[in-house]
């Protein structure tokens, strides 16, 4: 039996880190990357993330203003204010993001760090990751980065540039702060996803031992006690009950002389210490899918449950301590994991905060000037994009992809954190045992104080509820919007009515006037 050596978090993310160096968005040594695979500081990659800042921000401004060309004067003040503040907040968020990198660089190589040792502890309770899984979704996430960001610049350039020169050309600059935007907010998806990788290991891990001693249970030909599976119990009436009758028949047996609460002693997780009460165990070459992600599944289907199972059909399971060690990893491991969390959130609050007002912002406008194009309204400069429905459908996908994403990502992160606990108690109630049911209890008041949960800096949290809240405000101040818009052209009708009856009225009059005079004037005496 051989160690199968644990690929690390960075392994899968090559291709991330090489587009973040080169754009600047992360400030980390590439030599040092490209030859040990480690995030190290560098003074030059900080120097190239401030240069690259200053360059993109000033050419950002140079290609917007010759986009707009002197078109500024023509709309009304409040509507160049509103498109002024939405095609700037682009490069804020750029330069949000880059500040961020050079200031969180210590606590993005501590996360990293804390992580592979996570992995390197579950590796030898048998608990494997497939760090790949992460290395294929950081691609894909790249790709519709990439397909999102030329389609809406090469489609704007052509349907809106007059003149194809090589100067118009720097129109494609403006592609550069939304795609660092995007590039963080991978960062930010790959680093949650980690976690609730870690976490569904551990439950998908307890999971397959419950499914193989359920399934070993389902071939016991031993007999049956008849006082317990006679009589119909539910999940917390059977874990009562077991304990009880199992403390009557070892009282009755040896009754303890002095009966001593044992207190089991769960620590937090702390880094760079091997826990002295897990033992070192061996992974078997024969172990190539992903057990920690899915059950595991082999030929008998008992899975990881095999090693506390007896070789002999004929004899009952009994699980006792043996199982201890592991539950008391995974709870220590549940709190590491919670802590990591913790940290990426304080990481990538500002960063969220900005990214989700702009979202806001941005497609409730885009909405209200789809609307103004549909009703052949004018349509600011700025704004342009809306005149064309496909234009503007791809890019109120993708801002509202770059909000989706990671709400989603971090509720189910929040969720699947929560479902540790679940776990537990459902392999308890399969073991059945009073020295497993005191251990799960007492980890589960441990667990019940692990808590995750990911915020824009406090103001919201990040799950479902916030993108329902996002959704219906957009929909009533769009709401909003029209119903103003419409106001101001039945007034602007009316105004134009109310002048035209004047003008008829004093020509009339005049009319009137003259005749009057002419009469009076050619009258005989």
Same mark, same amino acid.
């Given at each position: 039996?051989?160690?199968?050596?644990?690929?690390?978090?960075?392994?899968?993310?090559?291709?991330?880190?090489?587009?973040?160096?080169?754009?600047? $968005?992360?400030?980390?040594? +590439? #030599?040092?990357?490209?030859?040990?695979? !480690?995030?190290?500081?560098?003074?030059?990659?900080?120097? #190239?993330?401030?240069?690259?800042?200053? !360059?993109?921000?000033?050419?950002?401004? $140079?290609?917007?203003?010759?986009? $707009?060309?002197?078109? #500024?004067?023509?709309?009304?003040?409040?509507?160049?204010?509103?498109?002024?503040?939405?095609?700037?907040?682009?490069? +804020?968020?750029?330069?949000? /993001?880059?500040?961020?990198?050079?200031?969180?660089?210590?606590? +993005? $190589?501590?996360? !990293?760090?804390?992580?592979?040792?996570? /992995?390197?502890?579950?590796?030898?309770?048998?608990? +494997?990751?497939?760090?790949?899984?992460?290395?294929?979704?950081?691609i894909v996430l790249l790709l519709l980065v990439l397909a999102f960001e030329a389609v809406i610049t090469v489609y704007s350039f052509v349907a809106f540039e007059e003149e194809f020169t090589v100067y118009s050309l720097i129109w494609y600059i403006t592609t550069i702060p939304t795609a660092i935007n995007s590039v963080s907010r991978i960062w930010y998806v790959m680093l949650v996803l980690a976690i609730r990788q870690r976490f569904n290991a551990m439950n998908a891990h307890m999971n397959a031992i419950a499914h193989g001693l359920l399934h070993y249970k389902d071939q016991f030909v031993g007999e049956q006690d008849a006082d317990i599976a006679e009589i119909p119990l539910d999940y917390l009436e059977k874990e009562i009950f077991t304990v009880y009758t199992q403390r009557r028949k070892q009282l009755a047996a040896t009754p303890p002389k002095n009966p001593i609460t044992k207190v089991i002693a769960v620590k937090p997780y702390q880094p760079g210490k091997q826990p002295s009460s897990s033992p070192t165990k061996s992974i078997e070459l024969s172990t190539p899918r992903n057990s920690a992600i899915q059950p595991w599944s082999d030929a008998e289907g008992l899975g990881p449950a095999r090693q506390y199972l007896p070789a002999d059909l004929r004899l009952r399971v009994k699980i006792e301590q043996r199982l201890d060690n592991k539950l008391i990893l995974i709870c220590r491991t549940h709190d590491e994991l919670c802590e990591v969390g913790k940290i990426v959130n304080r990481m990538y609050s500002v960063q969220m905060l900005v990214a989700m007002a702009h979202g806001f912002v941005a497609i409730t406008a885009e909405f209200y000037f789809l609307y103004c194009s549909f009703t052949e309204q004018e349509v600011p400069i700025l704004f342009r994009s809306a005149e064309l429905f496909l234009l503007a459908l791809t890019y109120i996908s993708y801002t509202a992809l770059k909000c989706i994403v990671p709400i989603f990502v971090c509720w189910k992160t929040k969720t699947d954190s929560h479902r540790t606990g679940i776990e537990m108690h459902y392999l308890a109630n399969v073991v059945d045992e009073c020295h497993c049911y005191e251990v799960v209890n007492h980890l589960s008041l441990k667990l019940l104080n692990h808590h995750l949960n990911f915020s824009a800096c406090g103001f919201f949290d990040l799950d479902m509820t916030t993108l329902y809240a996002i959704t219906g405000a957009i929909t009533s101040y769009l709401i909003i919007l029209i119903q103003f818009n419409l106001a101001a052209i039945q007034k602007s009708s009316s105004n134009s009515t109310v002048a035209s009856n004047d003008s008829t009225t004093t020509a009339v009059s005049v009319i009137e006037t003259v005749v009057t005079t002419a009469l009076t004037t050619y009258v005989p005496n």
């Open positions: 039996m051989s160690v199968i050596p644990v690929r690390s978090l960075l392994d899968s993310q090559h291709v991330l880190f090489y587009v973040s160096s080169i754009f600047g $968005v992360i400030p980390y040594s +590439l #030599w040092a990357f490209a030859k040990r695979t !480690v995030l190290q500081l560098s003074i030059l990659g900080n120097v #190239w993330v401030v240069c690259s800042l200053i !360059v993109y921000s000033a050419l950002y401004h $140079v290609a917007t203003t010759n986009y $707009v060309k002197d078109d #500024w004067g023509t709309q009304k003040t409040l509507t160049n204010a509103i498109g002024i503040f939405i095609i700037y907040m682009e490069p +804020l968020m750029m330069a949000t /993001d880059m500040v961020a990198g050079m200031i969180n660089q210590r606590q +993005l $190589v501590q996360c !990293v760090d804390r992580i592979a040792r996570i /992995d390197n502890h579950l590796a030898t309770e048998g608990i +494997l990751l497939n760090n790949q899984r992460l290395r294929r979704t950081t």
